[in-house]
């Protein structure tokens, strides 16, 4: 099976940088992704690594290390808006996504 | 463009009841995938189907059933409701394995 950590809440203030990680165990992976999702929303897509290294889209960031099966999401600029839960999740060649349960961001003034 | 459409959006089922939960994307995507969502929790894999007339179990398929019948449409079905299935369940399609997933806004079914 497949089984992902992540920290469960993270707190930062507005305009700073924050970092989320995601540890993961699985057989046959493709890629991990990640996923934003507003309270009462629903789950978005931020990013998506295949390979080793850093990929970067506007103030988010994602990277990947597959010798390790680890990567992280790495918000820049924090806003009031980016409060919200993050979710890694593993791309695993089944064609549906194992996600992790969550990093609850909350950013503060 | 109306991408992941999902039916109905609150639902409230006394134990026991039978109910489908429906989805349809128009994105002629081949890939759709239920998940559930519990307080607090990741989204836990139902049941998903790469394509018409082929489906598959996920991490949590007991007391669910699901059919794709169309490339649009992938419906599913609970069959003799349970307060553990009280959830949100969101129903997703893509258009190939590493691809992004659309998300529908969601079902919010309360079994009482």
């Known amino acids: 099976g497949q089984s992902l950590e992540q920290p469960s809440e993270v707190t930062a203030v507005e305009g700073a940088i924050v970092q989320i990680n995601c540890t993961y165990q699985?057989?046959?992976?493709?890629?991990l992704s990640w996923y934003q999702q507003h309270d009462g929303g629903a789950p978005t897509f931020l990013s998506y690594?295949?390979?080793?290294g850093l990929e970067e889209t506007g103030r988010f960031s994602s990277f990947l290390s597959r010798s390790d099966s680890y990567g992280y999401l790495l918000l820049q600029e924090l806003q009031m808006k980016d409060s919200a839960s993050y979710f890694c999740?593993?791309?695993?060649?089944?064609?549906?996504?194992?996600f992790g349960s969550g990093t609850r961001l909350q950013v503060q003034p | 463009n109306a991408g992941v459409t999902q039916t109905p959006k609150f639902q409230v089922l006394k134990t026991g009841q039978s109910m489908t939960l429906q989805c349809a994307q128009d994105?002629?995507?081949?890939?759709m995938s239920w998940y559930r969502q519990d307080p607090g929790m990741g989204l836990r894999l139902i049941h998903y189907?790469?394509?018409?007339?082929?489906?598959d179990q996920g991490e949590v398929p007991n007391g669910y059933n699901v059919s794709r019948s169309t490339t649009e449409d992938f419906p599913l079905r609970l069959l003799s409701a349970a307060p553990s299935q009280t959830s949100v369940y969101f129903c997703?399609?893509?258009?190939?394995?590493?691809?992004?997933?659309?998300f529908g806004n969601g079902t919010r079914l309360t079994v009482t």
């Open positions: 997703a399609s893509t258009k190939s394995a590493n691809s992004p997933l659309h």
């Open positions: 699985t057989s046959g992976f493709y890629g």
């Open positions: 690594n295949a390979l080793d």
């Open positions: 999740a593993v791309h695993t060649g089944r064609r549906a996504l194992t």
């Open positions: 994105m002629n995507h081949e890939y």
């Open positions: 189907s790469v394509g018409a007339g082929i489906t």
